[in-house]
């Protein structure tokens, strides 16, 4: 969808009185559609799911995007103290179990977001990975909401041009080589030989935390 679509879109939604939020992780990447939305409604809110385990340039990353976009967020935190993210062993689960991690740290604690909400603007792309190709622009989601993903069709060539036509600020992290950025632990620069999936949770055959596999419906 082009930029006049994803327009048109957010303001059919907003006619029929639905309640819209965007999340996003704070990645290079990830502000172009946060600019989009900042053109077409800077009121639309950002859920930024705080785990805990981001790293400190993402977070005062976030801090610099939201005001220069002049958009707020919600710090949407989890629920289970780290104290208790823990296996009988005392091994923290992103060691042990890194997709119970995810869903204590991510999925769980956006579910009450989506309860308060009618419309998840998500910023998927199909060319990210075999998961997100098979997705769909709307795509219904627990709690009777749906998911829009204006930027499905989008490739990397394309979001590479708007983030040159804007000036779009990098994350602080991307000139070291970090070009997937999630929490601390389970991410690592990229290397030549690997899709930028890889970077994310290297070595444990995991590619998606949960949001976009257990929060939608297929």
């Known amino acids: 969808m082009n930029f006049e679509n994803i327009k048109n879109k957010i303001e059919a939604y907003k006619a029929d009185g639905k309640r819209l939020f965007t999340t996003s992780s704070f990645q290079s990447h990830s502000l172009v559609l946060l600019h989009m939305l900042s053109r077409i409604d800077n009121t639309i809110p950002i859920a930024f799911i705080n785990t805990g ?11 610099e995007v939201s005001r220069a976009f002049g958009m707020k967020f919600i710090d949407v ?22 997709d119970y ?46 998911r829009f993903h204006p930027i499905l069709d989008w490739n990397a060539k394309m979001i590479y041009e708007y983030q040159k036509e804007y000036d779009l600020p990098k994350h602080p992290l991307e000139p070291q080589g970090f070009l997937s950025i999630g929490c601390e632990p389970c991410t690592r620069k990229m290397d030549l030989e690997m899709q930028e999936r890889e970077t994310r949770w290297f070595g444990m055959n995991k590619t998606e935390c949960g949001l976009h596999t257990e929060l939608i419906n297929k």
């Open 53 to 63: 385990y981001h790293f400190p340039e993402t977070v005062r990353f976030r801090d």
């Open 101 to 146: 991690c995810c869903y204590l740290n991510k999925t769980q604690p956006l579910e009450a977001v989506l309860q308060t909400h009618d419309i998840w603007i998500n910023g998927v792309r199909a060319d990210q990975s075999a998961t997100r190709s098979a997705m769909r622009v709307e795509q219904a989601a627990p709690h009777g909401v749906t």
């Open 77 to 98: 935190k989890p629920n289970t103290p780290k104290s208790m993210q823990r296996t009988v062993a005392g091994h923290l689960l992103f060691v042990s179990d890194p």
